[in-house]
Structures are given as C-alpha cells and as structure tokens.
C-alpha cells in the first residue's frame, strides 16, 4: 500500500482531570472520603486541616458509637476507638449445617417464634478451681477466651494448642476451619506428628467448649446449640430438646410438630417446653462481643422540622476542614523560574480538590433537599405514606443526569424522625390503585408488614391474602409480587410464622 494522507473531521467527549476527580469524589462514601482526604493531606503539602483538632471523621464516629453504647460501658474510663471495621466475618468450612442455617436462625427466617432469642447465661467451666472472669470493656471474645485461658493452669503444649484455637473463631464464636485442616496448616509434612497434633487439638477443643460464653467453639448451630442445653438442669423438655438439636433441627424450623411427636415420643407439651429451651439459646455466642461502632451508620444530611415543613441540612461532623497552607502558597508566588512551576500545579491541585469537595456536599445537599420536598409525608407519618419516585424526576428538577443522581444516592445516608436511611431507600417504583394514582412499592412494603405484624400465630396469612387485603385497599399487587416484597422483608412463608 502507498502511503497517503486522510483529513477526517470527528467529536468526543474528553473529561478533564478536574472533572473526573469531581465525579469520582462524588460516588464515594463517607469513609471513603475520609481515606481520599488522609491520602491527599499525605501527598500535597499545600493542603492541611483547618484545626489541629482530630479529624472530623473519627471524631463523628466517635459520637455515634458513644450512642450506641450501652449505659455501662460509657461509664468506663477506657476509651473505645471509633473507626469503622472493614473485616468481614470468616465462613464456616465442613459444618452439618453451615453458616446459611446460622444465618437464616440469627435473622429469623425460620419463623417468628425464633425472634426472641437471647444470651443464656453463661456455663461453669468444668475445672472446680476455675471460675469465668467478668468481661472487660472494650474486650473482644478473644481476649475474654485467653484471660479464662490464664487461670486454668494448662500444659504449655494444651494452652498453645487452646490458642491457636481461639486464633481460629469467627466473629460469631464458631470455629471457622476444621480440627483435621488446623493439624494440616501447622505439620504439613509430618504425618505422624499431624495426627499427634490433631489429639491434642481434639483435647484442646474441649477446654475450649467448657469457656463462656457457653457455646463459644461450635462448629455448627447443632453443636453450639446442644452445648448450651447441656449446662441446663436434667428433664424431660431438656432431654427431648437435645434429641431435636441433634437430629431433628429441621422439623423444629418447619412447625412440624406431628413428626416432632412421633420421632420424640414426647407429647405436645414437653415439645413446646423444649421448643422455649432451644429458643432460650444463644446461637451467635460470639454477638456479646461485636463491636459496635463497626455497624453505626454516620448520617451525611440530617433533616430537621422547619415550621410546618422539613429541611435538609449538612452533618457537620463529616464535612473535612481543610485549608491552603499560606506559608507555602507565598513562597512560590510571585517566582517565574522554572523550579516553582512544580509547586505551583501542586498548589493547584489542592485548590481543586477543596473545590471538588465543597462541590459534592453541595450536589449531595441539592439532592437530599429535592427528595425531602417531593416525600413531605414520609417525614410526619413514615414509610406507609411514602410517594412513588423515579431518579429521573429529581435529575430533571435539578438539570442533572440520572447517572449523577445515581452517584449521589449511593452509600450517602440520610438522618430522620424515624431513623437513618441510605438515600436510595426515598426511591420506589410505582403500583395502579383503583382510584387511577399510584402507590409507592416501599408503602406497599410497609402495608404486608403491618398485616403479617397484626396476623393470627395460629392462622398466619398467605400470599394470596396478603395479595387480596391490599386489593381491599385499593391496591392492585400480584401474589408474586407480594412474595417478592415479603422476601425483601425477610418474612418467612406461611407455613414457617405457622406458631406450634
């Protein structure tokens, strides 16, 4: 081919640095920014904090755990740190029943009756001479296990191998991998001195198990349920209880108390005494112990009453204070040379990132304040009043881009009367009512929770009446709509709310 020269005319859209900065400054989180804000006040000397105070994140987390703590806690002289915890509960490998189960009980999938479970008391220990020690503030179960470790007078080789133990739970007090892979992690290569290994864990185990919080070391529901029975005194509910955890768990969870009756023997009044033994348990022994900081939520925009309306306002708490440095900012002005050409685009870039920062408060504050406009009675009456809304009305009242609303809606929490919620959660797909409007889907929602809340425990209401009661209220929902919502409201089906 000879080559030759071609003239095309073209469009395309090009972001400038300081545009994608804007919109990627946007879509983060709280923490997130704050992290973004550590980094930049790290790299460019141009840019520090306005007071010399602790960062406003930290210390608006503070304040929302310092809430959320219980009474006693707060009491304490020890200080809690408040950051927020990114680790994620490590799974269940090898188990019967698996975290799912734990999950779906803990949750209350399995039927109302299980909502009400509670801490049990804590188990003696086995050893006469050794007595539970009062939990510390601030303590995490892996503290409290090794302090009870300390004052049982183990073999260096038992409390090592209790050790690696407690190194192995998950945040719920399960052991997280089995005996067989601990012994495999620690000898890969020595097979006889795995299975030595793997004696002493089993031993080890048992020391563990006999620790409070009873339960704590289970390796599934079964197991940590059955352990806890077994500190309660001997008859025949506690017995029948037993006989339930270990081979009958699923029958319990169906309300199938028939074939509860026939696999028992027992008759239908030991079976509901040994239904409330089992619902007495813990099933998460390790939830004492969560931190609770790590689920507090910070509220981005708070709304307050505003005479007979409401209004949006910035949480100040999360806004970072930050400022240009000008001392620097004057040692480089007025310079040419080409030395300070450097300093001067870093200079710059601080100013654009303040500005950025200013400018996505400010989008967020826009945002909130036309979704608090258009869902006025949500704020007087809750979500039973909440309107059908689309991200396209709000990004044409306010000439932006869906995307842009999308960006702002996302992990961007809101603070109301009745509690905080994410920004997307003001959002709804639209349902036909008889009178010819229309009903938002979180209303909808709102509706099967008070019917399933006010239902009959003997007769609890299917789909299809929960489908025919809202239709008496004029709105028109299928009954696998209905399903939808009462799965997405983590209500189990009929047949499981049925009370024994």
């Not at 987390?61 to 950051?83: I, Q």
């Not at 809101?414 to 509690?419: E, L, Q, V």
Request: aromatic share 4%; with cysteine; hydrophobic share 40%.
């Amino acid at each position: 081919m000879k080559p030759s020269l071609q003239v095309r005319l073209s469009q395309h859209l090009a972001l400038t640095p300081q545009l994608q900065q804007s919109i990627r400054l946007l879509q983060l989180s709280t923490l997130e920014l704050h992290q973004e804000v550590e980094q930049m006040l790290e790299q460019n000397p141009f840019i520090e904090l306005d007071d010399e105070a602790a960062s406003p994140f930290e210390a608006s987390l503070d304040a929302a755990a310092e809430r959320a703590m219980p009474a006693d806690r707060m009491a304490e002289p020890d200080e809690t740190d408040g950051r927020l915890d990114d680790a994620e509960p490590a799974g269940l490998d090898g188990t019967e029943l698996g975290t799912t189960e734990r999950d779906d009980w803990a949750n209350g999938t399995e039927g109302d009756d299980f909502d009400g479970i509670r801490e049990t008391p804590a188990a003696a220990a086995t050893d006469d001479d050794f007595e539970p020690q009062e939990r510390g503030p601030g303590d995490t179960l892996a503290d409290h296990l090794r302090r009870q470790v300390l004052g049982m007078r183990l073999a260096p080789e038992d409390a090592a191998a209790v050790e690696v133990l407690i190194d192995s739970l998950d945040d719920d007090g399960y052991l997280a991998d089995t005996l067989d892979e601990i012994a495999q992690q620690l000898a890969p290569d020595d097979e006889e001195a795995r299975d030595e290994l793997l004696s002493r864990l089993r031993c080890a185990l048992g020391w563990l198990q006999s620790l409070d919080p009873c339960g704590v070391g289970a390796r599934d529901l079964r197991e940590c349920l059955t352990l806890q029975l077994r500190t309660r005194s001997a008859s025949p509910a506690r017995d029948v209880a037993l006989a339930i955890c270990e081979q009958h768990l699923e029958l319990l969870a169906k309300r199938d108390i028939k074939r509860l009756m026939a696999v028992t023997g027992a008759d239908e009044d030991v079976i509901r005494q040994a239904q409330a033994l089992i619902v007495a348990c813990e099933p998460k022994p390790g939830r004492p112990f969560a931190r609770a900081e790590a689920n507090v939520v910070v509220p981005d925009v708070i709304v307050v009453r505003s005479g007979r309306g409401w209004k949006c306002v910035l949480n100040p708490d999360v806004m970072p204070r930050l400022r240009i440095n000008d001392l620097y900012a004057q040692a480089i002005r007025g310079q040419r040379n080409g030395s300070a050409a450097g300093l001067s685009s870093r200079l710059q870039e601080a100013r654009w990132f303040m500005k950025n920062i200013q400018q996505r408060f400010d989008t967020i504050l826009r945002v909130s304040s036309a979704i608090v406009e258009r869902q006025k009675a949500f704020f007087s009456h809750g979500e039973i009043a909440m309107k059908p809304l689309v991200l396209r009305e709000i990004a044409d009242e306010l000439g932006l881009h869906e995307s842009t609303i999308s960006r702002v809606t996302t992990a961007k929490y809101m603070a109301t009367p009745f509690g905080t919620f994410e920004l997307k959660y003001f959002f709804g797909s639209s349902l036909n009512t008889e009178a010819g409007g229309n009903a938002s889907s979180t209303a909808v929602r709102a509706l099967i929770k008070q019917f399933v809340a006010a239902e009959d425990p003997a007769k609890p209401l299917s789909d299809s009446q929960l489908s025919q009661m809202l239709e008496e209220q004029g709105i028109q929902v299928a009954r696998r709509t209905v399903a939808k919502y009462r799965e997405a409201l983590k209500i189990a089906p009929a047949n499981l709310r049925k009370a024994l």
